[in-house]
């Protein structure tokens, strides 16, 4: 991650602080400013293509508004325009009522279909795009249509970044009809059904913004003011936004306690996960896989681990990314987040459901012949969940040979789901609490199962305190159908850590050692071991890290003729110290010491 993206990622956060304070939480207010910035990408990256789709055309519109500003006859050019724009809808109007003569024209005036259009002058300002499609007003199908059939999605003008921002300058009357408009249809038309739901967490009629509609309008205008006004810098630099995105995520993720832990992994981990994952599997001292055919996620949170695993294979082709999130809103921010790291939208999925419960169809087709396999699986669900199985979920298909997951704690169901749709050559990556390592009942039972079908790779135990939801140590287990060695790798990094504010971290050089020990398979001294699975049945399956590599130092060896000696030379010293000082004593008539 550039300097340029975390100076981006910590001036977005300073306008959100400017904003928030004293009006709500940072967790609520993030579902505004992300939705935001994720508004400006889109619209960014729309414009770019409607300029080059419509090439000169373009071009000609952005030098005649050039020339009307500089006339300052846009308040005149504004007039003629609403005409042409009511002249084509009451030729519209007459079409239609010419089909449906029972119909009154009064009744459908004011139409959605035909206010639509009014709305590309409620700014009273004009973009090179509003231009050509007013000038062009007979055109627009045609030309949505391209859109559409080439890139996938379109967005009417008057919903774009640069008009909205030009009507919160203005503190325009009409921005937040207007934006509740351009959100709905960015969800209903725009993607076609890809992102329905996409901004519903964003409560435009909420009264943390204000009590009424002014109050609210007005401060929508100086949250899109102060969002424009800090992009504006990073203008040339709009590749760095998502990273800059995912900065303000972690941002608002440590601001807003441990319910923002649940949806964000810190980058250190992350990174840890990532690399693992995209290793060769057999051997992974051999450096990176050549591709992955399917990524999978199945609590996905943010997508944070998604786009790392993305960024580690660097230029290799993932094929498909698969993602689930069971909270509406870390749900929609995964699909902006991953948009915004230029993933396209028939390259992902994100799934709003239920993991345990299996509500993706398309993971829970029992034809074996139509199982999701996936060569990269990456995890972090919630800490030792509860969950409520049923006795159906006996004989599903993801832990019938294994068994249930205790209903106090879900760690090893979300486990056994992830593994079953991994691939014979795939690796999985998941952080789970150390729970699962050593505690008895229905959990030895899966563990006893996994470790005897050599399924466990290599078990990483972390640091206390790393997370924002919670400050237990919690570990990493790597699970693989078809391994190479007939052991564990166990890496206790207990104390790979520098101290954060409020929260531990773990530096470039602590993920390094982690990682590098993992693709080496090192046996380090107080650091890492492997162990023959043996060794681990006599111990009765157990797993505790410390068990077989403990961080602990040795107790020196105390040689006692030496402290002997050096207990006497103290007291001689002590005695030559006291004869001196009885001396001075004496020489003065005072008393002595015993």
């Known amino acids: 991650m550039n300097d340029k993206a975390k100076e981006l990622g910590n001036k977005l956060w300073d306008i959100a602080c400017k904003l928030l304070r004293g009006n709500m939480k940072a967790g609520d207010f993030q579902d505004y400013m992300l939705s935001f910035i994720f508004l400006r990408y889109i619209s960014e990256q729309y414009e770019k293509l409607a300029e080059k789709e419509l090439g000169n055309e373009y071009v000609k519109s952005r030098d005649k508004l050039e020339e009307i500003i500089k006339n300052k006859s846009q308040d005149k050019i504004i007039e003629r325009y609403e005409n042409i724009i009511e002249q084509f809808i009451n030729k519209k109007i007459d079409e239609y009522i010419k089909n449906h003569p029972t119909v009154n024209k009064e009744d459908i005036k004011n139409n959605k279909e035909y206010e639509i259009y009014r709305e590309l002058l409620y700014s009273k300002q004009l973009t090179p795009l509003t231009l050509w499609f007013i000038e ?23 919903y774009l970044w640069n008009n909205l921002y030009l009507m919160a300058l203005d503190q325009n009357d009409k921005l937040l009809s207007l934006l509740y408009n351009g959100f709905k249809y960015i ?13 519903s967490e964003v ?53 807003s306690g441990t319910k923002a832990g649940e949806f ?4 250190s981990v992350s990174n840890i996960l990532s690399e693992i994952v995209t290793f060769d599997s057999q051997e992974p001292k051999n450096g990176k896989k050549s591709q992955i055919n399917n990524l999978l996620d199945f609590a996905c949170g943010s997508g944070s681990l998604l786009i790392n695993v993305i960024k580690h294979m660097e230029d290799k082709k993932i094929n498909h990314i698969y993602g ?42 029992i034809n074996p012949a139509n199982k999701i396999k996936c060569d990269a699986v990456v995890a972090n669900p919630p800490f030792s969940n509860k969950w409520e199985h049923q006795t159906k979920y006996l004989e599903d298909f993801r832990f019938k040979d294994y068994g249930l997951a205790p209903q106090s704690a879900a760690d090893y169901a979300f486990l056994l789901h992830g593994f079953h749709y991994l691939d014979n050559q795939g690796t999985m990556a998941i952080i789970l609490s150390h729970g699962i390592l050593f505690r008895g009942g229905a959990e030895a039972k899966i563990r006893r199962k996994l470790i005897e079908d050599n399924n466990i790779d290599a078990i990483i135990g972390l640091p206390a305190n790393l997370f924002y939801s919670t400050g237990i140590p919690v570990c990493i287990v790597v699970l693989k159908k078809c391994k190479k060695y007939n052991d564990i790798l166990f890496i206790n990094a207990n104390k790979e850590y520098v101290k954060g504010r409020g929260q531990n971290e773990l530096s470039n050089e602590n993920v390094q050692k982690i990682v590098d020990t993992y693709r080496q398979r090192k046996n380090i001294d107080n650091f890492s071991r492997t162990v023959e699975l043996g060794e681990i049945i006599e111990n009765d399956y157990n797993l505790n890290i410390s068990r077989y590599v403990s961080t602990a130092e040795e107790d020196k060896i105390i040689d006692n003729n030496i402290v002997h000696k050096a207990l006497v030379d103290i007291e001689n010293a002590i005695k030559k110290a006291k004869e001196e000082h009885n001396q001075y004593l004496k020489e003065l008539n005072l008393p002595e010491l015993p």
């Not at 627009?140 to 059939?149: G, S």
């Not at 969800?187 to 901004?199: P, V």
């Not at 964000?264 to 980058?267: F, G, K, N, R, S």
């Not at 909270?327 to 993991?355: C, P, Q, S, W």
């Open 187 to 199: 969800e209903d038309e725009s993607f076609e059904d890809t992102f329905q739901g996409l901004f």
């Open 264 to 267: 964000y992994t810190p980058q």
């Open 203 to 255: 409560h435009l009629d909420s009264e943390k913004l204000g009590k009424n509609y002014k109050a609210r309008n007005e401060m929508i205008c100086n949250i899109i003011s102060e969002i424009g006004k800090g992009l504006s810098e990073f203008t040339k630099d709009i590749d760095i936004l998502g990273d800059a995105y995912e900065i303000l995520i972690s941002k608002f993720a440590s601001n």
């Open 324 to 365: 689930q999130e069971k909270n509406i809103t870390t749900y929609n921010l995964a699909r902006m987040n991953i948009l915004l790291h230029k993933v396209k939208d028939n390259k992902f999925e994100i799934f709003h459901g239920d993991t345990l419960k299996n509500e993706w169809d398309i993971f829970n087709d």
């Open 136 to 158: 062009n007003i007979e055109d627009i199908q045609y030309f949505e249509n391209q859109m559409r059939k080439k890139h996938r999605y379109i967005i009417k003008p008057q």
